[in-house]
Nanobody
């Protein structure tokens, strides 16, 4: 059973940076697209970014130019570098495994394995 474990969340001031990590178990990590989503209190889960198996990326407009997704297949890990953080970035951040290796999908129903989430809080 594949498991995803996020880490790296915390409290940061507006304008600061954080790097989230998502470690995956299993030997076929490199065959899958991976995504990051977030959910703020009282809001629906929303797409942040995704990376496919060959490294192509896709970003939500709200984070474009500030966030960067990357992956290290040797370490079975996907990263989310978050710069110029804003209070509206406050949320629980989840990583997820895509069902299609090539697709950087923004739709949660196209991801089949989810991590437990890590809290990111940005103070003003």
């Amino acid at each position: 059973q594949v498991q995803l474990v996020e880490s790296g969340g915390g409290l940061v001031q507006a304008g600061g940076s954080l790097r989230l990590s998502c470690a995956a178990s299993g030997r076929t990590f490199s065959n899958y697209a991976m995504g990051w989503f977030r959910q703020a209190p009282g809001k629906e889960r929303e797409f942040v970014t995704a990376i496919n198996w060959v490294g192509s990326t896709y970003y939500a407009d709200s984070v474009k130019g500030r966030f960067a997704i990357s992956r290290d297949n040797a370490r079975n890990t996907v990263y989310l570098q978050m710069n110029s953080l804003k209070p509206e970035d406050t949320a629980i951040y989840y990583c997820a495994r895509g069902t299609l290796s090539w697709k950087t999908s923004p739709w949660p129903n196209e991801y089949d394995v989810w991590g437990q989430g890590t809290q990111v809080t940005v103070s003003s």
